[in-house]
């Protein structure tokens, strides 16, 4: 009796886990616009930051050799040898085109987006700068300088996919993307080299580094941080940091070179 | 053996699967005055479907790997044919289109032999596979001017426009899909993909009439290298441009051009042909918008 009890019982609930919404699982923070609320009242002078330095160990691969034959112009305005331009080290190891980043640690505060756009510029076939970090639905201004066409096509994972010529002498293209991913691959399908790196963050503490590894997250909350460093073939690495008020902390990041 | 304690059971069960099959999923769909119901399209689609795009719309189903293009997986919510401009999702009646039509030169079917409601309610399932349908609207669909006559001039307008937007780039300069960057083509997926070769007198994938054309340009291709020039071109430019594509496409008369296997080079071995659509059927689905 108590079995088949339990069978009844099995079967009048099944129906109940068939009520849950199918699908690829409901709507999660991170599918969520990142941006709405005004930005948080920063509770700092301005003087609290984390700033340091970037630098690759091990042997940085060789670099692939880019072949611009089919457009003269762009081969043109780069000398003889082209190569890609993922990997940019300066003295003693400093990597270049790497984003550091607050990971975690601002709670739930929202931040706005800047009134202004970031741009990325398509010069000599290649994207300029050849990462661009930006806030969640801040304009982002597409030019090219080209006298050749080129389309702009972000492959996102979270945000909308989309496609678009843009032949010579035409306005930018304007976008945003309403969801913190990082980073977008964003490439030219024209030009197999054209390669670029869209990052969206829902807040901005952000930065990308130059030839010299360096990086400056300025205006920070008084807090307990995880900083991220990305780099995109090398991966990511983080760091916990508490800083007070008007505090000012060192951070340096490694990341280990492998090939690709 | 039946008692009533039985019966008062089953008839719970009952009542609760068919509670669980009508509320169970968060999407619908809707063409003209039939609305789609998604449970009875999951079993459409475990049926016809799931065998190439898998049983969780990944596109991954078991015959998936046999076939170029590769099937659409529906849970990036991607999609080639659409009215809408790039970077939206399509309208309910995109994937319709779609499902009527099949994609010709892929192994993509016409589902014309289900009835509407059947397709309107595979509809309604398959947008359940992407959050995307849940948390985004579809943009407006790109408004389509009437089209002028085609004359000598606007035939040559487009002949430069040809040039002056770089379609020759892929196309190739007389519309053979063999310009300088055919080659290197990829998918989303990082999958190579050959750009449309207008000598071959194939159809198009997202339909066959000069509108179709007009929007295949003006939309873009999602998923492809074939971007939009919603921004570039002008209505009339566009036209222009529709006119002088025709002049590319050789039309071999007298000889279906439908359900012939085809020997891509290269490629190994011939693409499953999609089944016989006649203009009848063509037709009778425009009317069925």
């Known amino acids: 009796m108590r079995i088949r009890n339990l069978y009844l019982i099995t079967v009048l609930l099944l129906p109940l886990t068939l009520l849950q919404p199918h699908g690829v699982g409901a709507a999660s923070g991170a599918g969520n616009p990142s941006v709405g609320g005004p930005a948080a009242p920063l509770d700092s002078n301005g003087a609290s930051a984390v700033s340091g330095t970037v630098k690759m160990v091990g042997q940085a691969p060789k670099l692939a050799s880019i072949n611009m034959a089919q457009e003269p112009a762009c081969a043109k305005m780069h000398g003889t040898q082209m190569t890609s331009g993922e990997v940019v080290t300066g003295a003693d190891g400093t990597l270049g085109n790497v984003i550091v980043y607050v990971s975690s640690g601002l709670g739930d505060r929202a931040f706005g987006p800047p009134s202004q756009p970031a741009i990325i510029d398509q010069k000599g076939c290649v994207y300029s700068p050849h990462i661009i970090a930006l806030q969640a639905n801040q304009k982002l201004e597409v030019v090219n300088s080209d006298q050749t066409s080129h389309n702009i096509h972000p492959l996102p994972v979270n945000n909308r996919e989309w496609n678009k010529s843009q032949p010579p002498g035409m306005p930018p293209i304007e976008a945003t993307f309403a969801r913190e991913e990082i980073a977008i691959p964003v490439k030219c399908n024209v030009h197999p080299w054209m390669k670029s790196y869209i990052a969206v963050f829902k807040h901005p503490y952000f930065a990308v580094t130059g030839k010299d590894g360096g990086f400056e997250l300025r205006n920070l909350p008084p807090g307990t941080y995880t900083i991220t460093a990305w780099h995109e073939k090398f991966g990511a690495t983080e760091q916990k940091i508490t800083i007070g008020a008007n505090e000012a902390k060192k951070l340096d990041f490694v990341l280990k070179a492998r090939s690709y | ?289």
């Open chain 2, 1 to 289: 053996m039946i008692t009533p304690r039985n019966t008062l059971v089953a008839g719970a069960c009952l009542v609760l699967s068919v509670f669980s099959l009508t509320v169970g999923f968060s999407q619908e769909s809707q063409i003209g005055s039939l609305n789609g119901n998604a449970a009875h399209g999951k079993q459409l689609y475990r049926r016809y479907c799931a065998g190439c795009h898998g049983d969780e719309g990944n596109g991954e189903g078991e015959n998936a790997r046999h076939l170029d293009p590769r099937p659409r997986d529906f849970t990036a919510a991607v999609f080639k044919c659409r009215s809408t401009p790039t970077g939206s999702l399509p309208l309910d009646s995109d994937l319709y289109s779609t499902l009527e039509r099949g994609v010709h030169a892929s192994a993509m079917p016409s589902w014309y032999p289900l009835t509407r409601q059947e397709r309107v309610d595979l509809i309604a399932y398959i947008k359940n596979f992407s959050q995307r349908f849940r948390e985004e609207k579809p943009q407006p669909p790109l408004p389509i001017p009437a089209e002028p006559p085609a004359s000598s001039e606007s035939i040559s307008h487009g002949k430069q426009l040809f040039q002056k937007m770089e379609c020759w780039k892929c196309h190739g300069a007389d519309g053979h899909g063999n310009g300088p960057s055919a080659v290197t083509l990829m998918d989303s997926k990082n999958r190579p993909i050959a750009p449309y070769d207008f000598t071959s007198g194939e159809r198009f994938k997202c339909g066959e009439s000069n509108q179709d054309l007009y929007r295949i340009f003006m939309t873009g291709l999602d998923g492809t290298p074939m971007p939009s020039f919603m921004e570039d071109l002008k209505p009339e430019e566009a036209w222009d441009l529709v006119h002088y594509l025709r002049t590319l496409q050789k039309k071999p008369e007298g000889q279906s051009r439908q359900g012939i296997a085809r020997i891509i080079p290269g490629k190994g071995p011939a693409k499953p042909a999609s089944p016989q659509v006649t203009a009848e059927q063509q037709s009778i689905a425009s009317k069925n918008h």
